[in-house]
Nanobody, 118 residues
Framework: QVQLVESGGGLVQAGGSLRLSCLSS????????MAWFRQAPGEQRELVAR???????EYLDSVSGRFTISRDGNKKSVYLQMNNLKPEDTAVYYC????????????WGRGTQVTVSA
């Protein structure tokens, strides 16, 4: 069982930056994919960024060029650097892990709130 704990959320003005961290209880290379999702009030959860065990990275179109996903195996952590934040980025951000890279995510953190003011 993999436990994921997010941190780094907060309140920031538009144009500002935040760095989210996701600490795993297990070696992050034991799963096929680590990812960040977000869910805004009244909206469906959406995939923001993902990185697979081989290092392939994908981003949601609306964050491409502003957000960067990275990882540190020694620290069992995955990060999401968010720059030039916009009010529409406001959401609860979740870290997730997929065992088989089959679009199913098996492990989830509890989330961290990101609020971007205009």
């Amino acid at each position: 069982q993999v436990q994921l704990v997010e941190s780094g959320g907060g309140l920031v003005q538009a144009g500002g930056s935040l760095r989210l961290s996701c600490l795993s209880s297990e070696n992050i290379f034991m799963v096929s994919v680590m990812a960040w999702f977000r869910q805004a009030p009244g909206e469906q959860r959406e995939l923001v960024a993902r990185i697979n065990v081989g290092g392939r990275i994908e981003y949601l179109d609306s964050v491409s060029g502003r957000f960067t996903i990275s990882r540190d195996g020694n620290k069992k952590s995955v990060y999401l650097q968010m720059n030039n934040l916009k009010p529409e980025d406001t959401a609860v951000y979740y870290c997730a892990a997929s065992k088989l890279d089959n679009s199913r995510y098996d492990y989830w953190g509890r989330g961290t709130q990101v609020t971007v003011s205009a």
